[in-house]
């Protein structure tokens, strides 16, 4: 089964903090994604990446960094962390176009 | 730009009542379609996804769900529902080369 593991389930951080979210995958997939989850609007992709130091904005990628220095791993980097980014965050991979995403267990971040 | 739009926030049926989660979406070319559950505080697990083929697509769980090209549907279906499936269900559409988007999610509340 593939996995995808996100570092914290759960972060506080004050606000103008940096916050670094992780997230690993195991079965050698090109595609990793973060996604932002908030209640009535789903979940909207920030960034996502398609292969080893390659990344793409999403619809919200305003206040978001991400880096991709490895092939298993994909980090969130909230460089000033601000109250409105409290939120839970989920990161995904997939190892095609034709391929269903599979999910962390998400990060719920608050920040104070 | 593509959108997926699932128009119940929140749905309550009885235990053993059947289901049917809506979702339409729009999309120019043959789309990717999946139903996503996620439990309370949980990443998001697949139910079912359509590629091509049969509109009538199995899931786990006894989840179907039925693809409608002439009403750009996808429409999630369970004949008896169980407590257990109270949880909020997700529809998404595959975009352009990798992205998923997401509609706004469903939450489903079982009596007993």
């Known amino acids: 089964d593939v996995k995808v593991t996100q570092s914290s389930r759960y972060l506080v951080k004050r606000t103008g903090e940096k916050v670094f979210l992780e997230c690993v995958q195991d079965m050698d997939h090109e595609n990793m994604f973060w996604y932002r989850q908030d209640p009535g609007l789903g979940l909207r992709l920030i960034y996502f990446?398609?292969?080893?130091?390659?990344?793409e904005k999403g619809d919200i990628p305003e206040g978001y960094s991400v880096s991709r220095e490895k092939k298993e791993r994909f980090s969130l980097i909230l460089e000033s962390a601000s109250t409105n980014q409290t939120s839970m965050y989920l990161c995904?991979?997939?190892?095609?176009?034709?391929?269903?995403?599979?999910f962390g267990q998400g990060t719920r971040l608050t920040v104070v | 730009a593509q959108s997926v739009t699932q128009p119940d926030i929140h749905i309550t049926v009885s235990e053993g009542a059947s289901l049917e989660l809506r979702c339409n979406y729009s999309?120019?070319?043959?789309?990717?379609l999946f139903w996503y559950v996620q439990s309370p505080g949980q990443g998001l697990q697949l139910l079912l996804k359509?590629?091509?083929?049969?509109?009538l697509v199995q899931g786990i769980k006894g989840f179907e769900a039925e693809f409608k090209r002439s009403q750009s549907s996808f429409n999630l279906r369970k004949p008896s529902v169980h407590w257990s499936d109270a949880a909020e269900y997700f529809c998404?559409?595959?975009?352009?080369?990798?992205?998923?988007?997401f509609g706004q999610g469903t939450r489903l509340t079982i009596n007993p």
């Open positions: 359509y590629f091509s083929g049969d509109t």
């Open positions: 999309y120019g070319a043959t789309p990717y």
């Open positions: 995904a991979s997939k190892l095609g176009r034709v391929t269903e995403a599979f």
């Open positions: 998404a559409v595959g975009q352009g080369a990798q992205k998923l988007v």
């Open positions: 990446s398609y292969d080893v130091k390659m990344k």
